[in-house]
């Protein structure tokens, strides 16, 4: 039987269905048009920058980092370009297994791993580290080859510092190292802009100047807008900012003067500082022994970090800077000074030296326990008679030197224009009650006080400081803030900026004072402990030998270098200013464990003065004397400083 179909039901319902799928067709377009609205009206700015940076990304351009020269124009820091082979450990699996395969493609040695597992500790993972540095033409070629085997590694343009001249004013001149953890967590607390600019860089000056004036150094950071492959490699570049370089650095030191005087020390250990009274320009600031900073540019690696930390000379300390000494007889002048002054006594005073000084039942003893006789303030100079400065200290009592030197310097920071000066310590009796915590160890007994009129007792002051103290005296009582750097110089504009001249700070002493203990130094180097030393010289100048304990040797010991180990033997000090008419420089010098200052620390002052006063230089035979304290006077003629090679041959 044939079934009649409803034509009309069944058009209806096809009717429906085409409106529903009409509708859901609509909507769907509805739905695309409004997201294609979302992504492409409202969202277009937000997205379209996604969008770049999938495509693009922005990389820091690190500034080439600025030169240090010294006075006369030589290069003390500066750069040099390298490849380096580095890993980013995040994107490595199996880091054992990748360095063992690098090494056959490139040399790896076991320095190389052991710096790198040093790094690794200090650094975050997803830093890039170098395993080897320096690496050749050769070298990078083989790895290029190859680099497909090896995901998380790259060969990369670096630019290294060096350090031309080594050892020689590497306290002055400092080192650079990678930024560690501790300095990462400083830097976040930096201003935004700041931290901007060292995106990239992953070095930092570590010490002296290159710590110190790091934000001229290290330059502003550019960038570069490259294109990018799915795989994150760049394909071509869009835009760029250059970097600016660092600035130049130039300072006062004049770099064979340095090593001179470094070569003078020997092996023997000690700091010498040399100040123009005239401005506070630094010529000289020595400390033995130095060390190579150019060790420390890659990671320092082990066996050197522990030889340089470890060792009994303590090399990485700046002596200069951070060594204390007791200033022994160079103090004498100072306490003349202070005499002068404040009126204690007048420079016709006489005192009696019987060799000694009585303080109720204790016996201050003098040089060999020799009397000098009469004394009076020029003879106590020149002769060092210690009876008149223990006699001297007991009628000033402690708090009127505290309150006479700490304007000179003693026992304070100096300004300094490098990081980590130490105070030192001029005692006074509101000193000891801070630096000691038990009551009886908080008073000051007047007995102490005695020997702090020659330098010893609780006087501790850096090279720097007694050089300072020299430089003002030498001035006429005239201060200036001593200084390392004179000018800086735009490596773009090649402008150079001198510093801004000091403000100079006068102490207000009398003329006729100050001349009367310069004119006693003076007299020290023609009929003084220091006669022999100066003798010939072809200008006139004023100094005081010292010789300070390094250990307390008792009332009824006599002092005997041969009983003693080396580093228990006293330190040899002077300090000088020349010429006399017009002081152009005044210097400190101390050498450790050398005994009589006119023996080792005189003879070095010496030839500093030659070499800036008189452009003379040691001849070899004269040099290997002074190193081994066997000269007092040059030794043969000397050589014209300024045609001595440099660097050395």
């Given at each position: 039987?044939t079934?009649?179909?409803?034509?009309?039901?069944?058009?209806?319902?096809?009717?429906?269905?085409?409106?529903?799928?009409g509708?859901?067709?609509?909507v769907?377009?509805?739905?695309i048009v409004?997201?294609?609205?979302t992504?492409?009206?409202?969202?277009?700015?937000?997205l379209?920058?996604?969008a770049?940076?999938?495509?693009?990304?922005?990389?820091?351009?690190?500034?080439?980092?600025?030169?240090?020269?010294?006075?006369?124009?030589r290069?003390?820091?500066?750069?040099y370009?390298?490849?380096t082979?580095?890993?980013?450990?995040?994107?490595v699996?199996?880091l054992?297994e990748?360095?063992?395969?690098?090494?056959?493609?490139?040399?790896?040695?076991?320095?190389?791993?052991?710096r790198?597992?040093?790094l690794?500790?200090?650094?975050?993972?997803?830093?890039?580290?170098?395993l080897?540095?320096?690496?050749?033409d050769?070298?990078?070629?083989r790895?290029?080859?190859q680099r497909?085997?090896f995901p998380g590694?790259d060969?990369r343009?670096?630019l290294?510092?060096q350090?031309p001249h080594?050892?020689t004013a590497?306290?002055v001149?400092?080192?650079?190292?990678?930024?560690?953890?501790?300095?990462?967590?400083?830097?976040?607390d930096?201003?935004d802009?700041e931290?901007?600019n060292y995106?990239?860089t992953?070095?930092?000056?570590?010490?002296?100047?290159?710590?110190?004036?790091?934000?001229?150094?290290?330059?502003?950071?550019?960038?570069e807008?490259?294109?990018?492959?799915?795989?994150?490699r760049?394909?071509r570049?869009l835009?760029?900012?250059?970097a600016?370089?660092?600035?130049t650095?130039?300072?006062s030191?004049?770099?064979?003067?340095q090593?001179?005087?470094?070569?003078?020390?020997g092996?023997r250990r000690g700091?010498?500082?040399?100040?123009?009274?005239?401005?506070g320009?630094v010529?000289?600031f020595?400390?033995?022994p130095?060390?190579?900073?150019?060790?420390?540019?890659?990671?320092?690696?082990?066996e050197?970090?522990?030889a340089?930390?470890?060792?009994?000379?303590?090399?990485?300390?700046?002596?200069?800077?951070r060594?204390?000494y007791?200033?022994?007889?160079?103090?004498?002048?100072?306490m003349a000074l202070?005499?002068?002054?404040t009126?204690t006594?007048k420079?016709?005073?006489?005192?009696?030296?019987p060799?000694?000084?009585?303080?109720g039942?204790?016996?201050?003893?003098?040089?060999g326990d020799h009397?000098l006789g009469?004394v009076?303030?020029r003879?106590?100079?020149?002769?060092?008679?210690?009876?008149?400065?223990?006699s001297?200290a007991?009628?000033?009592?402690v708090?009127?030197?505290?309150?006479?030197?700490?304007?000179?310097?003693?026992?304070q920071?100096?300004?300094?224009?490098?990081?980590?000066?130490?105070?030192?310590?001029l005692?006074?009796?509101?000193?000891?009650?801070?630096?000691?915590k038990?009551?009886?160890?908080?008073k000051?007994?007047?007995?102490e006080?005695i020997?702090?009129?020659?330098g010893?007792?609780?006087?501790n002051?850096?090279?720097?400081?007694?050089?300072?103290?020299?430089?003002?005296?030498?001035?006429?009582?005239?201060?200036y803030?001593?200084r390392?750097?004179?000018?800086?110089?735009d490596?773009?504009t090649?402008?150079?900026?001198p510093?801004p001249?000091q403000?100079?700070e006068?102490?207000?002493?009398?003329?006729?004072?100050?001349?009367t203990?310069?004119?006693?130094?003076h007299?020290?180097?023609?009929?003084g402990?220091?006669?022999r030393?100066?003798?010939?010289?072809?200008?006139?100048?004023?100094?005081k030998?010292?010789t300070a304990?390094?250990v307390?040797?008792?009332?009824?010991?006599?002092?005997?270098?041969?009983k003693l180990?080396?580093?228990?033997?006293?330190?040899?000090?002077?300090?000088a200013?020349?010429?006399?008419?017009?002081?152009?420089?005044?210097?400190?010098?101390?050498?450790e464990?050398?005994?009589f200052?006119a023996?080792?620390?005189?003879?070095?002052?010496?030839?500093?003065?030659?070499?800036?006063?008189?452009?003379?230089?040691?001849?070899?035979?004269d040099?290997?004397a002074?190193?081994?304290?066997?000269?007092a006077?040059?030794?043969?003629?000397?050589?014209?400083?300024?045609?001595?090679?440099?660097?050395?041959?």
């Amino acid at each position: 039987m044939t079934e009649i179909k409803d034509v009309e039901a069944d058009l209806s319902r096809f009717r429906l269905r085409v409106v529903v799928a009409g509708l859901a067709v609509l909507v769907a377009f509805g739905l695309i048009v409004a997201r294609m609205v979302t992504l492409q009206v409202l969202r277009h700015e937000d997205l379209s920058a996604q969008a770049e940076s999938n495509r693009t990304a922005v990389l820091p351009v690190v500034p080439n980092r600025g030169q240090i020269l010294d006075r006369h124009g030589r290069v003390l820091a500066s750069n040099y370009s390298a490849y380096t082979l580095e890993i980013t450990p995040s994107k490595v699996e199996d880091l054992d297994e990748t360095i063992e395969a690098l090494s056959e493609v490139v040399e790896i040695t076991p320095r190389d791993k052991r710096r790198f597992r040093k790094l690794m500790e200090e650094s975050r993972r997803f830093d890039s580290l170098p395993l080897r540095t320096r690496l050749t033409d050769e070298e990078v070629a083989r790895f290029a080859v190859q680099r497909y085997r090896f995901p998380g590694v790259d060969v990369r343009a670096r630019l290294f510092r060096q350090y031309p001249h080594g050892e020689t004013a590497s306290h002055v001149i400092g080192y650079i190292g990678r930024i560690n953890q501790r300095e990462k967590e400083v830097m976040d607390d930096w201003p935004d802009e700041e931290q901007a600019n060292y995106r990239g860089t992953e070095y930092i000056g570590k010490l002296g100047t290159e710590q110190s004036y790091e934000r001229e150094l290290h330059g502003i950071t550019g960038f570069e807008r490259v294109e990018t492959s799915a795989g994150g490699r760049a394909v071509r570049s869009l835009a760029n900012e250059p970097a600016t370089p660092g600035n130049t650095v130039v300072l006062s030191i004049d770099i064979k003067l340095q090593h001179l005087i470094e070569t003078m020390f020997g092996e023997r250990r000690g700091a010498l500082v040399a100040i123009d009274p005239r401005n506070g320009e630094v010529l000289a600031f020595v400390s033995k022994p130095t060390f190579d900073p150019n060790l420390f540019v890659e990671g320092i690696d082990v066996e050197n970090w522990k030889a340089l930390n470890e060792s009994v000379d303590k090399p990485l300390l700046n002596r200069a800077l951070r060594g204390t000494y007791p200033p022994g007889s160079t103090y004498k002048p100072f306490m003349a000074l202070a005499a002068l002054e404040t009126g204690t006594r007048k420079a016709s005073t006489v005192i009696n030296d019987p060799g000694f000084w009585m303080f109720g039942n204790h016996r201050f003893r003098s040089h060999g326990d020799h009397g000098l006789g009469a004394v009076d303030m020029r003879r106590s100079i020149i002769k060092s008679s210690n009876t008149y400065y223990y006699s001297l200290a007991n009628e000033m009592g402690v708090d009127a030197m505290h309150d006479f030197m700490k304007p000179l310097g003693f026992g304070q920071i100096t300004g300094i224009d490098l990081k980590g000066e130490v105070r030192g310590v001029l005692p006074s009796q509101e000193w000891k009650r801070n630096a000691y915590k038990r009551p009886e160890q908080q008073k000051w007994y007047a007995g102490e006080t005695i020997s702090l009129g020659i330098g010893q007792g609780y006087n501790n002051f850096t090279m720097l400081q007694l050089a300072h103290a020299m430089a003002t005296l030498a001035n006429g009582g005239v201060k200036y803030r001593p200084r390392l750097t004179i000018a800086t110089e735009d490596v773009v504009t090649r402008e150079r900026h001198p510093l801004p001249d000091q403000q100079p700070e006068s102490l207000g002493y009398r003329p006729e004072h100050v001349e009367t203990v310069l004119s006693a130094m003076h007299a020290v180097t023609t009929e003084g402990t220091s006669t022999r030393v100066f003798a010939g010289a072809g200008y006139a100048s004023g100094g005081k030998t010292g010789t300070a304990q390094a250990v307390t040797i008792g009332q009824k010991d006599r002092y005997d270098a041969r009983k003693l180990e080396e580093h228990q033997r006293d330190h040899s000090l002077y300090v000088a200013f020349a010429p006399v008419e017009k002081p152009t420089v005044a210097l400190a010098v101390v050498v450790e464990n050398a005994g009589f200052g006119a023996a080792h620390a005189a003879p070095i002052a010496r030839r500093v003065f030659d070499y800036l006063l008189m452009d003379q230089y040691p001849n070899p035979q004269d040099l290997a004397a002074v190193q081994k304290g066997q000269a007092a006077a040059p030794i043969g003629t000397p050589l014209k400083a300024s045609e001595v090679p440099w660097p050395p041959q």
